[in-house]
């Protein structure tokens, strides 16, 4: 992804997911790789394993943070203590930008754990974008927002996802986490082009993409092949990158 003011103005190349089952692999055999991305929930405690294996990384690989967690689409104000220790792993990971996802989750202090669909209304825009700001004040770090695949529709919706989106990331002045296999999962789910969602996003947003399907598709074999040639054809044709 070429460097734009939402990724700290970096030109990080590709890099891949840091999962534990690579760990001893990645410290002993040192693979040559751009940057790993780290889930930031694994990492938010005091001290521990996986705090030392990620002191480790950060000595010879940069990183960046993706969360799971923000639910940037709740309706309420964000966790102080959660913002508190995302910016202690900030500090520590030195993450140049910090994406999550564009998603609701929680209620009145009650956590899915689940990336819930939003309803695409501008309200939701205007709450889900003042959050944004908000998280970004506290944490002094450009935020990308990521789609999410989405399995289910609003009655109240005033605007298509891909509106949405553009409504979300103007009122927040902040950046795109684009996944292009959530845009394809979407597309299969709601019967919509997926070239007209990319075509309507704005490039010069674009902080990341992410590419390959999550694990849960990858027992669906059929659909993950698929999913990941239409990756390689929305992101080479649309938005110029390597994959
Ligand atoms: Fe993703």
């Not at 399995?151 to 109240?156: C, F, W």
Request: hydrophobic residues 40%.
């Amino acid at each position: 992804m070429g460097a734009n003011r939402f990724n700290g103005f970096t030109g990080y190349g590709i890099g891949i997911g840091l999962r534990s089952p690579h760990y001893e692999h990645i410290l002993s055999r040192k693979p040559v790789v751009d940057w790993f991305e780290i889930i930031s929930e694994n990492f938010m405690i005091d001290g521990g394993l996986p705090l030392h294996i990620l002191d480790q990384i950060l000595e010879q690989y940069k990183v960046v943070q993706h969360g799971v967690s923000m639910y940037f689409g709740s309706a309420e104000k964000p966790d102080r203590e959660h913002l508190r220790r995302l910016k202690d792993l900030v500090k520590r990971t030195k993450t140049p930008w910090l994406s999550d996802h564009l998603c609701w989750g929680s209620v009145d202090g009650r956590y899915t754990h689940d990336l819930l669909p939003m309803p695409y209304t501008f309200e939701a825009a205007r709450i889900t974008a003042q959050k944004v700001r908000e998280v970004r004040d506290f944490l002094e770090v450009p935020i990308a927002v990521e789609n999410v695949s989405s399995y289910a529709e609003y009655h109240v919706s005033e605007m298509t996802e891909w509106e949405f989106l553009n409504e979300v990331v103007e009122r927040a002045d902040c950046g795109i986490l684009l996944d292009v296999n959530n845009i394809y999962v979407s597309s299969r789910n709601h019967g919509f082009d997926p070239l007209t969602y990319v075509n309507s996003v704005p490039a010069e947003r674009v902080a990341q993409i992410h590419i390959v399907g999550h694990s849960k598709f990858e027992k669906y074999e059929e659909v993950h092949r698929e999913a990941l040639k239409a990756n390689r054809f929305l992101a080479d044709t649309t938005l110029g990158i390597a994959v």
